[in-house]
Structure formats: structure tokens, C-alpha cells
């Protein structure tokens, strides 16, 4: 029993010192996974669909909604960035790559400073790049004691809720039939469906992390962060972000700093921009006999 105490000891201080050394610098790569259980169960009511269709359909979806990210950080900033990969020929089935990652949590770099509690953001959006820069969001996060094993480490649960950004297609649920608003029946012809009948925005999201006090940083994925360890999962319900790796004090150094490119605008003025311009393609649809339903294509 001593020997595992003396043990446990000495494994803390040795991370303790290793943390806390001027040229601190560590590595965490994360496995994202976004559930499209809810697409799929569209899809398979869909006469209009094949096999072949849907399985091409789910093969282009778990390319956009599974991704590795790299997390680089210090004892007070970090950079997160989508690793870097070649796609083959039509493999991006005519989307613009940049502009959906962005529409799915993604981006270029976002970068968190946890000392100043700020962070930035570079997103490309309708062909036009914005610099998203706002405080980090404080989450109340509640620590449970109950622990898990990632990758070697013991983690602990901590649960928190926020409010979900309106730029992050990953927050919307497709609302069920009977919960669509019914279109005023006064003029059948010139009536209009707003795109956000067909799906929901949740007040609120719970999120549950597992983070590990062996690496003391208050760092993690995305804009996740506060508290006493380093952030190994996470999950709201829809999106689970796992760390598969991590590398503490990696000889090759990593510069982590913001990003500068693009049009400097907050987070609230950003997602207002996406939800207008979403509504504006929904509205142009209309105009083109889609019964006001956007049209996004899949196919190569």
C-alpha cells in the first residue's frame, strides 16, 4: 500500500515539474465523431433513394462527420486544427470543404487562451473568410466522482449545459412530423416554409467531459476548457470528441498563436450571418420549385 502511494506520488511531482517547465509544450490528438443515426433514418424512408445511392450517401457523410483534430498547447494557449489529409479525386462530392467544415464546428485554426480567456477563430463562409474573436464561454461545470481509463489515464466526469451556437449545423435535431408548424392556409399559393421547420435548435445542450488530473492544463478540444485537467472526451449528445494520443514536451516544437486572416467579427454577429444567409439559399429555392426545402448536393 505504501509503495503504491510513494509511486503515486512521484508520478504526480514528475508531471508536476514536467508542466510547469518554461518551454512547456504538449500534443493531443482527437478522433471527432458526429451521430447521423437521424439522416440515415430519413434517408431510408426515401422511395427515391437505392442502395447504392445511400451507401455512396453514408460512405461521403462519415468522411464529413468523423475527423481528426491536433490540440497544441501550453500552460496558457492552444491551437486546434483538422489534421491535414489529401481527399481523392471527387471524394468532396461538390461542397465547398472549407465553408461545411465551418458549418460543422470546424475551421482553419481556432485558437484559446485560457489566461486571458479569449479566443479566435478563422471560418470561410459563403466564399468570404471571417475572423470570429470573443471571451471563451465559462462553463459551471459540476465535478462528479466518478472515474474512466483513457489511453492509461484515470479521468474524472465533470457535466455542464450551454446554450448551442446557431453557426454549428452539429447542434440542430430534425424536429418530428408533428411538431412542424402547419403554413397558413389564407394563400396557398404565395405561402413560404421557413427551412427552421424542419429542424430545432435546443435551448440548451449538456455536455459530460472526462478530464485527466495527471495533465494539469486547462485545455481541450474546440472551445473547451476550465478545468483542473486536461480534456481526454467529450460529449452533447450528438458529437463525441475522443483523445486517442497524447505526446507531453515533443522535441518539435509547435508555434501557437492566432490566427489574422479574414474579417474581424464576434461570435453573436457571425452566427447571425450564417442563419441570414441560410435563409436567403432556402428562399432562392423556393423560387426554383424545391418546396422550400434546400437542396444540398451529395452527389459527385
Known sequence: MIDKIVLSTMFFLVSYFTLHAQDFQATAVYASKTSTADIQSKMQGNK????????????R????????????????ASVYKEEEKLDAPGQNGGFNVKMFSSMM??????????????????????????????????????????????????CYKATATRQPSKSDLRNFRPKKD???????KANEKDKKT??????????????????????????????????PGLILEVNDGKTTILCTKVVLNAK?????????????ISQAKYDETVMKKLKELQEMNQGRGNDGKMQMRIGG
Open 48 to 59: 427515391d433513394i437505392t442502395p447504392d445511392m445511400q451507401k455512396m450517401i453514408e460512405d
Open 252 to 264: 518539435d516544437k509547435v508555434e501557437i498563436k492566432a490566427p489574422t486572416n479574414g474579417e474581424v
Open 194 to 227: 421557413d427551412f427552421m421547420d424542419d429542424v430545432d435548435l435546443p435551448k440548451e445542450i449538456t455536455i459530460t467531459a472526462w478530464y485527466a488530473l495527471e495533465i494539469p492544463a486547462s485545455q481541450g478540444p474546440e472551445n473547451y476548457w476550465g478545468l
Open 178 to 184: 408533428d411538431d412542424k408548424k402547419t403554413p397558413a
Open 105 to 154: 464546428g470546424g475551421g482553419g485554426t481556432f485558437y484559446k487562451n485560457v489566461k486571458e480567456k479569449r479566443y479566435v477563430v478563422d471560418k470561410e463562409f459563403m466564399g468570404k473568410e471571417f475572423l470570429v474573436k470573443d471571451s471563451l464561454p465559462k462553463l459551471n461545470w459540476k465535478l462528479e466522482n466518478e472515474t474512466k481509463q483513457i489511453g492509461g489515464y484515470t
Open 61 to 76: 457523410m462519415k468522411a464529413m462527420f468523423e475527423k481528426t483534430y491536433i490540440l497544441s498547447f501550453d500552460k496558457s
